[in-house]
């Protein structure tokens, strides 16, 4: 999962990247991603946890504190599926003001993606395309994993976008056909699971490389995985209720669950650009499950 680059080093928000105070150098791509982070992080606690997983996970400029040797994405990741929860209320909040103006659910669903789309940075998309690129462009594990890091889009990211974009079009469309009130409660819960799954991958699959963004992450604990779980089943429980979330757990525990295994066995791991891709998966099911139960 790549991130823009800034050249500011007093920039005290998410959206910029910051030089190294302690020193004369400035970091790059995914390293200058972490330092971006470390250089705000003052005390892990859960709040700042909180706040790790929005500088993390969204364009939202959030303000974090000074720099701190105790910092980890990792231990912050059992956030992310209130994150992913507040990323879906933004978008409701959005796609509420549009629907005053009459527009037809083909193009209320397109400004709903879009606008989910902006808080993200298309960080998800982003691995999605890096992911396919090297699954269908690499020959051996090492050639895979130079493609995924690579900047420029291939034929297999463009494609893995326009499936995963129209697909979930697709099911949006058809949620806010369903009213209002569904689509709503959808979208949040949605966007909150999907999330959730991302620390119990980062747990029980090694990285693929150690230089990578998820390497240096790191490794969340077992509680921390565990937890993130627990606060998606729960969102996704409380909002959509029983029936959806059995299916939704099960239908994403064989689709993502087979594509993890799938990618690991192949570049040997798990990247961020894996966890991006995993993300878009997990999301285009819950939400057919959703719709399995929805129009049924």
């Known amino acids: ?38 250089n705000k992080v003052n005390k892990q606690s859960w709040f700042t946890d909180l706040k790790i997983c929005f500088v993390v996970l969204t364009r939202i400029p959030i303000y974090v504190g000074e720099t701190s ?19 879906g209320l933004l978008s409701v909040l959005v796609f509420w003001l549009f629907t005053w103006f009459g527009l037809p659910a083909s193009i209320l669903a397109l400004l709903l993606l879009l606008t989910m789309t902006l808080l993200t940075g298309a960080l ?48 949006y469309t058809k949620l806010i056909e369903l009213g209002f009130y569904f689509t709503a409660l959808a979208v949040i819960a949605v966007a909150s699971a999907s999330r959730a799954a991302l620390p119990p991958i980062m747990y029980f699959i090694p990285v693929a490389r150690e230089d990578g ?7 969340p604990s077992l509680d921390r995985a565990v937890t993130s779980v627990l606060i998606g089943v ?8 029983f029936q959806i979330t059995v299916i939704a757990i099960g239908l994403s525990v064989l689709v993502v669950g087979f594509f993890v295994y799938f990618v690991a066995t192949r570049i040997g791991g798990q990247t961020g650009d894996v966890l991006g891709a995993a993300q878009q998966l997990t999301e285009v099911t819950i939400l057919f499950a959703v719709l399995i139960v929805g129009i049924s």
Do not use: C
């Not at 998410?14 to 330092?35: A, H, K, L, P, R």
């Not at 040797?69 to 990323?87: H, K």
């Not at 963004?213 to 490794?219: E, V």
């Open 1 to 38: 999962m790549d991130t823009e680059k800034s050249e500011n080093p007093n920039s005290k928000t998410s959206n910029d990247m910051v030089e190294n105070q302690n020193s004369d150098t400035i970091y790059d791509d995914d390293e200058d991603f972490i330092e971006r982070i470390k």
């Open 69 to 87: 040797n105790d910092f980890s994405i990792a231990e912050a990741s059992r956030f992310f599926p209130i994150t992913g929860a507040v990323i």
């Open 124 to 171: 998800h998309d982003d691995g999605l395309a890096d992911t396919f690129d090297g699954l269908g462009g690499g020959i051996d594990r090492e050639e895979k994993l130079s493609i995924m890091r690579d900047s420029f889009v291939g034929s297999y990211g463009i494609m893995s976008l326009l499936f995963s974009f129209g697909l979930r079009w697709a099911a």
């Open 213 to 219: 963004l998820s390497a240096r992450a790191g490794k």
């Open 234 to 241: 729960a969102i996704l429980l409380f909002l959509l209720g």
